[in-house]
């Protein structure tokens, strides 16, 4: 076996950085998936990976876990250059696929037993850890029962499961709550936070909710370029600019129409966000917007059925930076298309 | 090599869950079994479909038809099933996205192939052992006892080519992700090796040519060549294995 190739910051690396990246570039013929992220995950955090379908969080995550190979650039894994075939750091790993596979002839105390035994446990310990993980993940029941029966939720679990199992100090989860129902969302986001200083957690997610939530850090990736990162708090405080929400009544199409306009030529509105229930207003100055919105709306003809000024959330903050999607900017599929780029 | 004793005893697991170590053996009992049963009455099968319309002189069979019917047998059957077991082991892997479940964790890509091959082997080594023993037994019981040693250790140089026809369809599975180009390219190999097999220059010393040995082993005959075609054997497997290695840890999942 080869030795594996630690970080040229090896010794910071190994104290501070559970992951960093560097010029990470993928490319997929003229497609660029990945455009030179320079990523650091410090050891011990929660890590949020943001971006909409398309983004690169899921190429991140594989060139991550040695499942595919950069076209540029380097990342560092727990200090040691990530591979294809580099099962020393994967002793540091626990992984889960957003859409997890098993073997369905076997039982899924048979599974959790392999994955265990890979990680070089035995005996009494990898019996206890078995169990352990099949009660935390609520398998113990259908624990002999062969995966190939198992519901997309239970599968999830059991991936969650074998993830943690020998518990790595390094744990990459791909959309973890996808397949969950609300109880087992809520439940493995308490497990996640749970790991905080124990365990360093990158997990990416649509749910914006969910990173507010249990995240200390967070990456927005668009189109494969990261947009920002950084501790959340941070981020949130770096965007906070005052924001109105006005639900109007339904039914009022046209009229609505006429407000957005109006609150567009507003000089203290910077940006006005209409969807098909919320108008969103972010606003210059607050004072002069306190004044302002209620006498448009009026003027507007508009009925509300709310009206709050909000301290700004992630996902006003997402919206912001990564914009809402156009019909253009989608595929056949409903994800973002990336960037095309010539061949050099 | 990490993880090859893990990974073997799940492949070994897989090739009996999946029933494909049963219905293989039962398959090559049946072959060990109808060979000496085929050589012994074809004569009279023959004769008695014929009546008196054909006046065809056979000559009264023996214990090496016993033995030739078996050989050809699973030189046919034996390779088709080699070819089938070896087609999905790797490219259905990968497909299924299983492959990437075992090779993120502490598990070297050699093993996660060499431990798939060896239980390739072991189902094709179980299953050859059983339809010689079925043959020898028939052939004892419908001709006459043939050397016990030798006839085994023909049985070990067919299964020899067994698992080179496997290890080439291997090759195959590793290199796509389609099954069915695997098993494409066994079944070209098979036909292509059966080709220049009839050049002796060269046939004795691939997969094809173990079964000149192997019968002469089985038949208690002196002075048979063995060492030769089966280090020709073994070196290519070892060849194909490191093929499908150079090829497989190159590869993104």
Redesign the interface.
Same mark, same amino acid.
């Given at each position: 076996m080869t030795t594996p190739v630690t970080s040229p910051m090896a010794s910071a690396a190994m104290t501070a950085a559970a992951i960093e990246t560097s010029g990470l570039t993928k490319r997929f013929g003229s497609i660029l998936a990945l455009d030179r992220l320079d990523l650091v995950v410090p050891r011990g955090s929660v890590f949020g990976l943001l971006g909409p379908n398309g983004a690169g969080k899921t190429t991140t995550i594989r060139i991550l876990t040695g499942l595919a190979r950069p076209t540029a650039g380097n990342a560092f894994v727990a200090g040691i250059e990530v591979g294809l075939d580099e099962p020393e750091l994967r002793r540091r790993l626990g992984y889960l696929d957003q859409d997890p596979r098993f073997y369905g002839w076997m039982t899924g105390r048979e599974l959790l037993e392999l994955v265990g035994r890979l990680h070089g446990l035995a005996g009494s310990e990898l019996r206890s850890r078995v169990d352990e993980m099949l009660a935390r993940t609520g398998l113990t029941a259908a624990a002999r029962r062969r995966i190939g029966g198992y519901s997309g939720g239970m599968r999830q679990r059991l991936g969650i499961a074998q993830a943690l199992l020998h518990r790595p100090e390094i744990l990459i989860l791909d959309e973890p709550v996808s397949s969950l129902d609300p109880e087992g969302r809520r439940d493995l986001l308490e497990l996640i936070a749970g790991l905080r200083g124990e365990a360093t957690v990158v997990f990416s997610t649509h749910l914006l909710a969910d990173v507010e939530r249990i995240c200390d850090r967070v990456a927005i990736l668009d189109r494969g370029r990261l947009v920002t990162e950084g501790p959340l708090e941070e981020l949130l405080a770096a965007h906070a600019r005052p924001i109105y929400r006005l639900a109007p009544a339904p039914g009022q199409g046209a009229t609505v129409a006429s407000l957005v306009d109006r609150l567009r030529a507003a000089p203290w509105t910077t940006d006005v966000a209409a969807g098909d229930d919320l108008v969103r207003v972010t606003v210059s100055d607050p004072v002069a917007a306190a004044a302002g919105i209620l006498p448009l709306v009026v003027a507007a003809g508009v009925a509300l059925d709310s009206f709050e000024r909000a301290r700004q959330t992630l996902e006003d903050v997402f919206l912001e930076l990564v914009g809402p999607a156009t019909a253009d900017d989608l595929d056949g599929r409903g994800f973002i298309r990336p960037r095309e780029v010539s061949d050099r | 090599m990490? #993880?090859f004793t893990?990974?073997l /005893? *799940?492949e070994l &697991? =897989?090739q009996w %869950? @999946?029933t494909r170590l049963p219905v293989v053996a039962t398959v090559f009992l049946l072959v060990g079994l109808s060979s000496p049963l085929l050589a012994r009455f074809t004569p009279e099968i023959i004769k008695a479909v014929g009546g008196d319309q054909f006046q065809i002189v056979l000559p009264t069979p023996t214990a090496a038809d016993a033995y030739d019917q078996l050989a050809k047998n699973l030189g046919q059957f034996g390779a088709l099933i080699a070819v089938l077991l070896a087609m999905g082991s790797v490219a259905t892997e990968k497909e /299924?996205? @299983?492959a +990437? &479940?075992? &090779? @993120? *964790?502490? +598990?070297? /890509? #050699?093993a996660f192939l060499v431990a798939k091959l060896v239980a390739i082997a072991t189902t094709l080594g179980v299953s050859t052992a059983i339809a010689a023993a079925g043959a020898w037994f028939y052939t004892f019981v419908l001709f006459e006892p043939l050397p016990l040693a030798g006839f085994a250790a023909g049985a070990i140089l067919q299964w020899l080519a067994l698992v080179a026809y496997a290890a080439i369809t291997f090759v195959g599975s590793t290199l796509t992700r389609s099954a069915l180009a695997a098993a494409g390219l066994g079944v070209a190999a098979f036909i292509v090796l059966g080709i220049l097999g009839i050049v002796p220059a060269i046939g004795r010393y691939l997969p094809t040519g173990l079964g000149a040995p192997a019968r002469g082993l089985a038949l208690g005959q002196p002075g048979v060549d063995v060492l030769g075609p089966t280090i020709a054997s073994v070196v290519l497997i070892g060849v194909l294995v490191g093929v499908a290695w150079i090829a497989f %840890? /190159?590869? =993104?999942?």
């Open positions: - | 990490t #993880g893990v990974l /005893r *799940k &697991l =897989e %869950r @999946t /299924r996205g @299983t +990437a &479940l075992i &090779l @993120t *964790k502490p +598990a070297s /890509r #050699g %840890r /190159r590869q =993104e999942l």
